[in-house]
């Protein structure tokens, strides 16, 4: 995070640096601690604005993919793996969670039904 920025903020300008994607930020869907590297990373569902891919320097390459494309293997952090893959069964279902954990394994903390409205929850 910048100065100034809100996490929601953040993670769209994360997006938009790394990718040239620009996103809004739907809702939470997972924190999770690197303990080795001292990090915590907070992830967030988005609506993609623009589906123009520019990857920045900090970002090899970088494409939109149907969810049978993802280059599993291709993944670093356990963590991520995780997180895509219940985001793909989430997405089918149109429910969904948020996780908490490390980069090595995490745990659902809340089940979330898209159509509902905060005041539901």
């Not at 910048?2 to 809702?27: C, K, L, P, Q, Y």
Request: hydrophobic residues 40%; negative net charge.
């Amino acid at each position: 995070m910048e100065n100034g920025e809100t996490v929601e903020m953040a993670a769209a300008r994360e997006v938009f640096e790394e990718t040239g994607v620009r996103v809004s930020i739907d809702a939470l869907y997972s924190v999770f601690a690197i303990q080795d590297i001292n990090q915590v990373y907070i992830v967030y569902r988005g609506t993609v604005a623009c589906d123009q891919v520019l990857p920045g320097p900090e970002c090899q390459n970088a494409a939109f993919v149907e969810p049978d494309k993802i280059p599993w293997d291709n993944i670093f952090y356990p963590a991520i793996t995780d997180i895509l893959k219940r985001y793909v069964r989430e997405m089918e279902r149109n429910t969904y969670g948020i996780y908490t954990g490390s980069h090595e394994a995490g745990k659902l903390a809340l089940i979330e039904n898209e159509k509902s409205s905060p005041s539901e929850i």
